[in-house]
């Protein structure tokens, strides 16, 4: 079974950071193109960061200079380090897996950002 749980979610003060994680499994993890996406509530689906196979990233310029993506293939992982956060941030934060037109995602984790 293809199988992405993502964790690390929580309630942080503005400024603050969060680290999230997302397992694979059911896949060649090394060769799909890794993303994460969030929804806050009322808004549509919108993409953070992705890092590809071949190890190229990409940001949304909202969270440029204060996000990071990472993957460890050893251990079938993309991770989203999260730093001076904001309370925009606040939303539902979903893993996708990617390779051509197959997609698999995870169930989300809530991140909110809040004094």
């Known amino acids: 079974q293809v199988q992405l749980v993502e964790s690390g979610g929580g309630l942080v003060q503005p400024g603050g950071s969060l680290r999230l994680s997302c397992a694979a499994s059911?896949?060649?993890?090394?060769?799909?193109?890794m993303g994460w996406y969030r929804q806050a509530p009322g808004k549509s689906r919108e993409l953070v960061a992705t890092?590809?196979?071949?190890?190229?990233?990409n940001y949304e310029d909202s969270v440029k200079g204060r996000f990071t993506i990472s993957r460890d293939n050893t251990k079938n992982t993309v991770y989203l380090q999260m730093n001076n956060l904001k309370p925009e941030d606040t939303a539902v934060y979903s893993c996708?897996?990617?390779?051509?037109?197959?997609?698999?995602w995870g169930q989300g984790t809530q991140v909110t950002v809040s004094s």
């Open positions: 059911g896949i060649i993890f090394s060769i799909y193109n």
């Open positions: 890092v590809t196979s071949g190890g190229s990233t």
């Open positions: 996708n897996a990617r390779l051509r037109t197959y997609n698999v």
